[in-house]
């Protein structure tokens, strides 16, 4: 089992930058591939970013390219989206995710353990 904890979240302005953490628990976290997801009032969860277990793949959807980083440290089970110049559509409860493959998967159905979401919130 892996619990996912998600922080950082807050109120942002439009063209700010936010850094959300996912601390996990357990000691196979450097086995697991990670994401982020997020969803908006009223709309499906949806893919963000995904770091396979060493760090070595990276995927991110093409709203977030440029803007999001996603990062891993695995000595400290932590995971990290960096998430800089953001728009107003950003605004979302961020989750992120743990895949016991250890891949950088884009597919929301692969993943095993989910975090409780960080709400960040972006205004105009």
């Known amino acids: 089992q892996v619990q996912l904890v998600e922080s950082g979240g807050g109120l942002v302005q439009a063209g700010g930058s936010l850094r959300l953490s996912c601390a996990a628990s357990?000691?196979?976290?450097?086995?697991?591939?990670m994401g982020w997801f997020r969803q908006a009032p009223g709309k499906e969860r949806e893919f963000v970013a995904a770091?396979?277990?060493?760090?070595?793949?990276?995927d991110y959807a093409d709203s977030v390219k440029g803007r999001f980083t996603i990062s891993r440290d695995n000595a400290k089970n932590t995971v990290y989206l960096q998430m800089n110049s953001l728009k107003p559509e950003d605004t979302a409860v961020y989750y992120c995710?743990?895949?016991?493959?250890?891949?950088?998967?884009?597919?929301?159905?692969?993943?095993?353990?989910w975090g409780q979401g960080t709400q960040v919130t972006v205004s105009s």
């Open positions: 357990g000691r196979t976290f450097s086995m697991y591939g």
């Open positions: 770091i396979s277990w060493s760090g070595s793949s990276t």
């Open positions: 995710a743990a895949d016991r493959l250890g891949v950088s998967t884009v597919q929301e159905d692969e993943y095993d353990y």
